[in-house]
């Protein structure tokens, strides 16, 4: 199985690439279009600023090629950001795969801080990402930005309210925490992608 990991300008590819070299994928790291549209399975990972990124995802044209992918296709913190409409960041359009807009954590309370760092739980798991192992489970999460609940939404998890921790639609699974900086949960989310 070939698993390409989409290289960008953001922060946490060499992350991922350990994590699944830890199961025993050896994956590329790649922006070749063709390398991506080849792989059995492309991982849209992510830690940055919006709109720089969607600057260089357009630049290089990566942004039309990750509307056209068929296979399966895991967004991460920002990656998950991006793969929605609109985020606050920067104002920045995205790219749309999830019909839904990105905000900022607003604190309501002194102990909220933002960003939101650090590990809570998943709730209200569904997709086949998951299973009802991992509800109630703890995650890795570090994002000052977050998606609404909405009808793609695949887990919930409160910070300051409710908000998106995972997506689903079609052929696109999207999780806002880092399942590579998440222990054996995220180890075992990431089985489940593979294993898709």
């Not at 919006?50 to 290089?60: I, K």
């Not at 790219?95 to 807009?101: K, V």
């Not at 209200?124 to 489970?137: A, C, P, Y």
Request: contains cysteine; charged residues 20%; aromatic residues 10%.
């Amino acid at each position: 199985m070939e698993v390409a990991i989409i290289k960008y300008n953001a922060g946490n590819i060499y992350s991922v690439d350990y994590a699944l070299k830890r199961l025993g994928i050896n994956p590329i790291l790649t922006d070749d279009p063709l390398r991506i549209k080849q792989a059995d399975k492309v991982i849209f990972p992510g830690v940055g600023e919006a709109l720089t990124t969607m600057r260089y995802l357009r630049e290089r044209h990566l942004d039309q090629l990750l509307l056209d992918l068929k296979q399966p296709v895991l967004g991460i913190c920002l990656g998950m950001q991006l793969m929605c409409q609109h985020s606050e960041e920067g104002e920045t359009a995205c790219l749309g795969i999830f019909p839904t807009d990105v905000k900022r954590f607003i604190p309501q309370k002194l102990e909220e801080k933002v960003p939101h760092m650090g590990w809570n739980t998943l709730t209200q798991v569904k997709s086949e990402l998951f299973n009802g192992d991992l509800e109630d489970q703890f995650v890795y999460f570090v994002h000052s930005y977050y998606v609404p609940v909405n009808p793609y939404t695949a887990a919930i998890t409160d910070y300051v309210h409710p908000f998106s921790a995972a997506l689903h639609k079609d052929n696109y699974y999207a999780t806002q925490f880092h399942p590579e900086k998440s222990g054996t949960v995220g180890e075992l989310i990431l089985k489940n992608f593979l294993s898709l």
